[in-house]
T-cell receptor
């Protein structure tokens, strides 16, 4: 089945220790997103890639970076995690068939990050 | 004022009840409307997707959009304990970004 896969499902890191979360997709979608979701809150968009074009949200801290080496994979790097970065990180994908309009988004299962 | 307003609940109903979940929005440019279901500690799962006013039905689920009132609803018929989850409405102008409601937590008791 076509899907969005996130690894690992749970990640424990130490305060200030860099961590990388990964996302892969078999949907062949050209748009990939990273969201942060804290308990009882809506997902908050951090950034997205439209093909290779990176689009950062204005309020995303510099501590958060992303890489998309190819269509299928996207990574979220947190350079110096703080206690406030503990959250669920969600990857999503969508297809833009052209003309700028994007179809709906499909989410992966998420990676729960714990910062000690 | 938030772009999308959604009552956080929790909403508690007995098994078999009809559930009504609602969102209001302020941006008249929204064209695409979605409902996601999110179980605890899991990613959101797309339930319904529509881009026009009116009703769309899929099994026990009906999505309703009223663009003139800027109001969307999700109805669940014959609710089951397995429907217990958080339901997120989301909407888009069509250009890559979704705006989410805060989610309504639904509890269906046997």
């Amino acid at each position: 089945d076509a899907m969005v896969i996130q690894n690992p499902r749970y990640q424990v890191t130490q305060f200030g220790k860099p961590v990388t979360l990964s996302c892969s997709q078999t949907l062949n979608h050209n748009v990939m997103y990273w969201y942060q979701q804290k308990s009882s809150q809506a997902p908050k968009l951090l950034f997205h890639y439209y093909d290779k074009d990176f689009n950062n949200e204005a309020d995303t801290p510099d501590n958060f970076q992303s890489r998309r080496p190819n269509t299928s994979f996207c990574f979220l790097d947190i350079r110096s995690p703080g206690l406030g970065d503990a959250a669920m990180y969600l990857c999503a994908t969508s297809r833009d068939p052209g003309g700028g309009e994007t179809e709906t988004q499909y989410f992966g299962p998420g990676t729960r990050l714990l910062v000690l | 004022q938030k772009e999308v307003e959604q009552d956080p609940g929790p909403l508690s109903v007995p098994e078999g009840a009809i559930v009504s979940l609602n969102c209001t929005y302020s941006n008249s440019a929204f064209q695409y409307f979605m409902w996601y279901r999110q179980y605890s500690r899991k990613g959101p799962e797309l339930l319904m997707y529509t881009y026009s006013s009116g009703n769309k039905e899929d099994g026990r689920f009906t999505a309703q959009v009223d663009k003139s009132s800027k109001y969307i609803s999700l109805f669940i018929r014959d609710s089951q304990p397995s429907d217990s989850a958080t339901y997120l409405c989301a909407m888009s102008t069509g250009f890559q970004k979704l705006v989410f409601g805060t989610g309504t937590r639904l509890l269906v008791s046997p």
